[in-house]
């Protein structure tokens, strides 16, 4: 029965030292920003939000008004994900009709990085109409809590950072409401099955 | 008919004493996509075959455009990571193991100019067994693949 006691504190003692590893290892990770899924507004994903376009206009969710689009949270240093999304949207739109199918919505997550001109240069480089958006922290964070979509600085050499990032693409109907999501675990065809419902 | 026999043994020969042709490790379709200036990372994929009888790794890429280094993109629950594949990539004999989007793939830093469509630059990669191999790399635009 010691024995056993022993056991079980030294499982405790250990299993403290692991959360407290994690902890400082969180710690280093910072500045850095979380926005954990509320299980609550899962049904209220979207809804309406003021960001910043690339001419550095206020840009209201109003705009789109009448207009199905597909929502991408990323940031421009984002070498694989981010772009790899965005052009499967891009194919995907073309191959739908072009852009007046829907709308391509790309929101940075690093804001600090990513002003109007970054996120804007970045739309440009798909060859088509993609709506980037950037914005105060404060509102891209409010944003980020509406859709659920959370971002982590990952520290990488020489201060540079890349951000692990929630890749879903959110798809709101042409009345503003969110519809189904595409994970980039999702194939082609699955994602254009998705489309092709959003613009009905 | 009298030529023909002494020619075949010689070529027989000569196949004999020739090392095997193929390369072992074979790499094909390098490419990237564009990048913006002041973007500094992009990604490059490409195909790697291992036609070898033995296993072989990828252990160092290295780029004349800035700093290579070979990453794994995770996705788990919606939420992508990038992961740096610090034991290299392990290449069992007789398989294919693509470099591909959300995936491996090697990741430049530190890059000296903007990828822009169209043009080429070489990744060299360095494998355990194999030793350096070069691939062309061709930068396309971002909404092409």
Same mark, same amino acid.
């Given at each position: 029965?010691?024995?056993?006691?022993?056991?079980?504190?030294?499982?405790?003692?250990?299993?403290?030292?692991?959360?407290?590893?994690?902890?400082?290892?969180?710690?280093?990770?910072?500045?850095?920003?979380?926005?954990?899924?509320?299980?609550?507004?899962?049904?209220?994903?979207?809804?309406?939000?003021?960001?910043?376009?690339?001419?550095?206009?206020?840009?209201?969710?109003?705009?789109?008004?009448?207009?199905?689009?597909?929502?991408?949270?990323?940031?421009?240093?984002?070498?694989?994900?981010?772009?790899?999304?965005?052009?499967?949207?891009?194919?995907?739109?073309?191959?739908?009709?072009?852009?007046?199918?829907?709308?391509?919505?790309?929101?940075?997550?690093?804001?600090?990085?990513?002003?109007?001109?970054?996120?804007?240069?970045?739309?440009?480089?798909?060859?088509?109409?993609?709506?980037?958006?950037?914005?105060?922290?404060?509102?891209?964070?409010?944003?980020?809590?509406?859709?659920?979509?959370?971002?982590?600085?990952?520290?990488?050499?020489?201060?540079?950072?890349?951000?692990?990032?929630?890749?879903?693409?959110?798809?709101?109907? *042409?009345?503003?409401?969110?519809?189904?999501?595409?994970?980039?675990?999702?194939?082609?065809?699955? *994602?254009?099955?998705?489309?092709?419902?959003?613009?009905? | 008919?009298?030529?023909?026999?002494?020619?075949?043994?010689?070529?027989?020969?000569?196949?004999?004493?020739?090392?095997?042709?193929?390369?072992?490790?074979?790499?094909?379709?390098?490419?990237?996509?564009?990048?913006?200036?002041?973007?500094?990372?992009?990604?490059?994929?490409?195909?790697?075959?291992?036609?070898?009888?033995?296993?072989?790794?990828?252990?160092?890429?290295?780029?004349?455009?800035?700093?290579?280094?070979?990453?794994?993109?995770?996705?788990?629950?919606?939420?992508? +990571?990038?992961?740096?594949?610090?034991?290299?990539?392990?290449?069992?004999?007789?398989?294919?193991?693509?470099?591909?989007?959300? +995936?491996?793939?090697?990741?430049?830093?530190?890059?000296?100019?903007?990828?822009?469509?169209?043009? +080429?630059?070489?990744?060299?990669?360095?494998?355990?067994?194999?030793?350096?191999?070069?691939?062309?790399?061709?930068?396309?635009?971002?909404?092409? +693949?």
């Amino acid at each position: 029965m010691r024995r056993l006691r022993l056991l079980l504190w030294a499982a405790v003692a250990l299993a403290a030292i692991g959360y407290g590893l994690l902890a400082l290892r969180a710690g280093e990770d910072a500045p850095r920003s979380t926005s954990r899924p509320d299980p609550d507004a899962v049904l209220s994903i979207g809804g309406d939000f003021t960001l910043v376009d690339a001419a550095g206009e206020p840009f209201e969710s109003r705009q789109l008004a009448g207009r199905p689009h597909a929502v991408f949270f990323g940031f421009t240093h984002c070498p694989d994900v981010c772009p790899t999304t965005l052009a499967q949207l891009v194919r995907l739109r073309e191959a739908l009709g072009g852009e007046e199918a829907f709308e391509i919505l790309f929101i940075s997550v690093d804001p600090e990085r990513d002003g109007p001109e970054e996120v804007g240069r970045y739309a440009e480089l798909f060859g088509t109409d993609v709506i980037g958006l950037t914005g105060s922290r404060a509102q891209i964070e409010t944003v980020m809590e509406q859709f659920g979509v959370a971002a982590i600085r990952a520290p990488g050499e020489g201060g540079s950072y890349q951000v692990d990032h929630t890749a879903n693409v959110f798809l709101i109907d *042409a009345d503003g409401a969110f519809q189904s999501t595409i994970s980039p675990e999702e194939s082609a065809a699955a *994602a254009r099955a998705k489309l092709e419902r959003l613009i009905g | 008919m009298k030529q023909l026999f002494p020619t075949g043994i010689a070529a027989l020969a000569l196949a004999a004493c020739s090392p095997p042709a193929a390369p072992e490790i074979l790499l094909d379709d390098g490419w990237a996509r564009a990048s913006l200036p002041g973007q500094g990372s992009a990604a490059a994929y490409l195909a790697i075959d291992n036609r070898g009888p033995s296993d072989d790794r990828l252990v160092a890429v290295t780029s004349e455009r800035g700093s290579a280094s070979l990453h794994r993109t995770t996705i788990d629950g919606g939420m992508a +990571r990038m992961v740096p594949l610090a034991e290299g990539l392990a290449l069992p004999a007789g398989e294919r193991h693509p470099l591909e989007p959300q +995936r491996d793939h090697v990741m430049l830093t530190d890059l000296d100019a903007p990828l822009r469509a169209g043009e +080429r630059f070489t990744l060299t990669l360095q494998f355990e067994k194999a030793g350096a191999r070069e691939i062309d790399i061709h930068v396309v635009a971002p909404g092409e +693949r």
